[in-house]
């Protein structure tokens, strides 16, 4: 519940924001689960109208550690705290959205 993670990490009020700031058409979204594979440096370059170009996923940078895993209760709380983010990608997204965030939100998938 702490502010710092809780702000960066609801997805359903950027979306909203950045549909109210910009038409149709003028925002892509992908998912980070996506994005360090060919065909997501495809859709980005189209998006942009640039020419695709050959992307380099053998070298990670920033990369975050899961060295302690939730414990149940803190997963079960996670869950509570956002599921409103997981039911608006859910509905807004539907297929598109990453098998990982099925099992995530405690949903199949």
């Not at 700031?21 to 689960?33: I, K, L, P, R, S």
């Not at 996506?34 to 065909?39: D, G, R, V």
């Not at 060295?67 to 509570?80: I, K, Q």
Request: a negative charge; one cysteine or more; aromatic letters at 12%.
């Amino acid at each position: 519940h702490d502010a710092r993670y809780v702000e960066r990490t609801r997805y359903d009020l950027t979306l909203d924001a950045l549909d109210a700031a910009f038409d149709d058409g003028q925002v892509h979204v992908d998912f980070y689960e996506n994005l360090f594979e060919p065909a997501a440096i495809e859709r980005l370059c189209g998006f942009l109208g640039v020419p695709v170009r050959a992307a380099e996923f053998d070298t990670w940078v920033n990369v975050g550690s899961s060295a302690s895993p939730l414990s149940p209760e803190e997963h079960a709380m996670g869950l509570e705290c956002f599921r409103p983010v997981y039911d608006y990608c859910r509905a807004r997204f539907g297929d598109r959205l990453p098998d990982k965030w099925g099992r995530a939100s405690g949903a199949p998938g």
